[in-house]
């Protein structure tokens, strides 16, 4: 059964700082997304990562995989204060289209 | 264009009663899903469909549960005698089955809350 851990599950940070959020899962698999989702909002899709060593960049966010790790990868360069929501990993379950999420992080961005 | 809607937006039940949830997909897209999401937490996939193959209902939780879709467009999720603990917002989402990267698209979600 595919498993999809997230941590840190919640984060406290300043403007200006770097941060980084882990993405790991049990089982393979060929695709990761990566999601936004504010308070009382549904989700917003931030990446989609289909390959081992994929990066993409939106901002002052960037998305990477390693797929031999079973680990994905957000990272936060100079943090604003809009950045501030939740954010959800989610890998396909291999075979399906079916996705598992992870608990989510809960990203508070003081200025 | 227009994205995955959902209705009603908000549901207030009380524990017993029937309810139906409808979700209407982005024009063209093949597959649909739906997921339910407690509070704080991440989403549990409750089922798919995809074209006229045989819904993966998997993650559905007892049998009072229970979705339809018709043809390539609107779906309805079905709570039988709802429980307090199927209070959650219920989160339908559409892709594209082909080549690509089948990205889901998520609706606003209807939040079920039973008394």
């Known amino acids: 059964e595919l498993k999809v851990e997230q941590n840190p599950l919640f984060l406290s940070m300043q403007e200006g700082k770097n941060y980084t959020i882990y993405c790991n899962y049990s089982?393979?698999?060929?695709?990761l997304y990566w999601y936004r989702q504010d308070p009382g909002k549904s989700l917003e899709s931030l990446f989609v990562l289909l390959s081992n060593g994929a990066v993409k960049q939106e901002g002052r966010l960037m998305a990477s995989l390693d797929t031999k790790a079973r680990l994905s990868t957000l990272h936060i360069t100079a943090a604003v204060h809009d950045l501030s929501a939740t954010y959800f990993c989610?890998?396909?379950?291999?075979?399906?289209?079916?996705?598992?999420f992870g608990q989510g992080t809960r990203l508070t961005i003081n200025p | 264009g227009a994205g995955v809607s959902q209705s009603p937006s908000n549901k207030v039940t009380e524990k017993g009663k029937d309810v139906e949830l409808r979700c209407d997909p982005i024009s063209g897209h093949t597959a649909l899903y739906w997921y339910r999401q407690r509070l704080g937490q991440g989403l549990e996939f409750l089922i798919y469909?995809?074209?006229?193959?045989?819904p993966d209902k998997s993650g559905l939780p007892s049998d009072r549960f229970s979705a339809e879709r018709t043809g390539e467009s609107v779906s309805t999720l079905t709570i039988q005698r709802t429980q307090q603990e199927d209070s959650a917002v219920y989160l339908c989402?559409?892709?594209?089955w082909g080549l690509g990267d089948n990205e889901q698209f998520f609706g606003p979600g209807t939040r079920l809350t039973v008394l």
């Open positions: 089982t393979t698999s060929d695709r």
């Open positions: 989610a890998v396909v379950v291999w075979g399906a289209q079916k996705l598992v």
């Open positions: 989402a559409s892709s594209f």
């Open positions: 469909f995809q074209g006229n193959s045989a």
